[in-house]
């Protein structure tokens, strides 16, 4: 038994240490606890729900489903479900418009 052992067993002290099992669950940890975690944003290629579309671009979820009724927007049904998602691409180029030309 080394001396960190020994110190355990006077103190109480039993579990798995900082290396070990429960040390990968500190990124669980950080995103209940608000602080910021390490998520890419979605790029021009990617498919995002309304949702966060509307997040990312600054519009709220019934302007993009107008957009959509309107066909200004293309949007895409998962696998013939109720999920739509759109190309976050498509949503700037159809949503956001060069301040010289407003």
Known sequence: MNAQQEARDRTGERGASKSGPRA???????RRQGRPTAKKAPTDGHFVSLVVAAELVGVSVKTLRRRIAAHV???????????IRVN????RDALLIPYDEA
């Open 24 to 30: 990968a669950s500190s990124y669980g940890n950080a």
């Open 73 to 83: 927007l293309p949007a895409y049904r998962l696998g013939g479900g109720r999920a």
């Open 88 to 91: 976050l691409g498509e949503v």
